[in-house]
């Protein structure tokens, strides 16, 4: 029997989960009849890690892979805030452009990244997931090249924009779709660690870009970035593979679907059908897509999405105008980041022991107070205290959402639909990014200029009480699929969802 240090023994279960029923995974750590079994001593290991060294080299690749494409394509506002100065000098790519205009760079980007999703999923099920990332790596160094040569706005917004994108969606959604599939009493644990990669790549490439702007230009550091990304995810996207150990779960989908395939209505084998084909997307099971808590899921997941991406990209911006300068305002990203990383370790470590959902719930119901308290009074009056709050605050339980989305997926869906549905909600996802981030930089235009002709603190409090809003209705979202997974008390044995 394990004790509190050691990892639970898995349990015998013969078959896939019900779309209709939650309930608990069969263990996916590895016993002494699972090949490469290690002593008890390797099992003891701080208590969290599995014996079996696979997991753990799955973790730290996604981790690389999160760290790098996340951590490049989200520190967007730092290019944001350049390309916002450059826009008010002659000659350049940007004069003239405003701010909604060059905040599309980045909201393409990071659109794609969630609304390929479901071909993303697909792929990853029929092909080997280390073709999809290493395919994707070569996707992303090239978006960056490519930009690096850009000399129009509307060439950006194709090669930092939508590139950068896709490239990031064939690294990511794998990334994220194949480690929960390997843990059980630790998924959120390890799905923290992985998407803490935002924040660290954050902490990392948001001064050094900055720095390296300065320094050699931000073509160079363009170009730097596309060698440096596609070294890094083609070596991590090697390791990525889903748990075909024997009796898991989720060997037994692929076998499932191996087999349905196979005894389909055969097809000539040509290349038109297998262009055809691979543009296929699996359907969520209708059972799910039908029910109230996959509508609710949907809604929470449009409305964080809508509201998250927001003060990421402005935080550069939104700094300047308090007086900071544009190193300083590198800095805010760098710091949240930094917050972001320590955050979704943290809460997903506590997140396995209260329950994924009431946490999930817990963090973006505080997202939407930080908003309201903290970011919106900083506008009235300039305050700088209450700006820092916030970036602090905001890092921690914000971005908690990314990391505990797909890991409650798996609770109230089960592993046997977790692709599908992930690929549908995260196509959910980018579809709202789209649209709110633009809507945000359409937002501060006209406002709050100073007298110097600059942007004031004031422009920016319409979009604090617009992502203050939207977490606190994705809050409310999120309550709903607790309530409808477990009724309005929930049984005793269900509190912990």
Not at 248 to 272: C, F, H, I, K, Y
Not at 305 to 314: D, I, R, W
Not at 404 to 417: E, K, N, Q, R
């Amino acid at each position: 029997m394990a004790t509190d240090i050691e990892l639970e023994a898995p349990r015998t279960q013969s078959h896939c989960h019900q779309p209709s029923t939650i309930t608990s995974l069969p263990s996916m750590e590895p016993t002494s009849s699972t090949p490469g079994h290690h002593n008890g001593s390797t099992r003891r290991l701080f208590g969290l890690l599995p014996s079996d060294l696979r997991p753990i080299i799955i973790v730290l690749a996604a981790f690389t892979i999160v760290f790098t494409a996340c951590g490049i394509t989200f520190v967007f506002g730092v290019y944001q805030e350049l390309y916002e100065t450059m826009a008010k000098q002659p000659g350049t790519p940007f004069t003239g452009a405003s701010s909604a205009v060059i905040d599309l760079i980045g909201t393409i980007s990071i659109s794609l990244m969630s609304l390929g999703a479901p071909l993303a999923t697909a792929w990853t099920k029929r092909f080997p997931p280390r073709v999809v990332i290493i395919s994707g790596a070569v996707v992303f160094g090239l978006a960056n090249l490519l930009a690096s040569y850009s000399q129009r706005i509307w060439q950006f917004e194709l090669a930092q924009g939508m590139l950068l994108g896709i490239g990031t969606c064939l690294t990511y959604i794998p990334a994220v779709t194949v480690v929960p599939t390997w843990f059980d009493k630790r998924r959120g644990l390890a799905m923290g660690i992985v998407i803490s990669g935002t924040g660290v790549g954050g902490v990392v490439f948001a001064p050094a870009i900055r720095a390296l702007n300065s320094s050699i230009g931000f073509r160079n550091t363009l170009r730097l970035s596309a060698g440096v990304s596609i070294f890094l995810l083609t070596l991590s996207g090697w390791a990525i593979d889903w748990d075909r150990r024997s009796g898991s779960v989720m060997q037994r989908v692929l076998d499932a679907e191996t087999q349905t395939r196979a005894s389909g209505a055969r097809r000539p084998q040509n290349w038109r059908n297998w262009c055809w084909d691979i543009w296929r997307i699996p359907l969520v099971d209708w059972r799910i897509a039908r029910s109230r808590k996959f509508a609710a899921q949907a809604l929470g997941a449009a409305l964080q999405a809508a509201a998250y991406y927001t003060p990421l990209f402005f935080f550069s911006s939104y700094a300047r105008t308090l007086g900071y300068s544009a190193s300083t305002g590198a800095n805010f990203i760098a710091l949240s980041n930094a917050m972001n990383a320590v955050g979704k370790i943290a809460i997903g470590y506590a997140a396995d022991r209260l329950g994924r959902v009431n946490t999930l719930f817990a963090t973006t119901f505080i997202s939407a107070v930080v908003c309201l308290g903290l970011w919106l009074p900083s506008t009235f009056g300039g305050e700088k205290g209450l700006f820092i709050a916030f970036v602090l605050f905001y890092g921690v339980f914000a971005s908690a959402y990314v990391s505990l989305f797909p890991t409650s997926l798996v609770d109230i869906f089960g592993v046997a639909h977790y692709a599908s549905v992930s690929g549908a909600l995260y196509l959910v996802r980018g579809a709202a990014a789209l649209v709110g981030t633009p809507v945000a930089g359409a937002l501060i235009r006209g406002r709050g200029t100073g007298p110097d002709g600059g942007r004031s603190p004031s422009g920016f409090e319409n979009i604090s009480v617009m992502v203050g809003v939207l977490m606190a209705l994705a809050a409310v979202a999120v309550l709903w699929v607790r309530l409808e997974a477990t009724g309005v008390l929930g049984p005793a044995s269900k509190w912990r969802l």
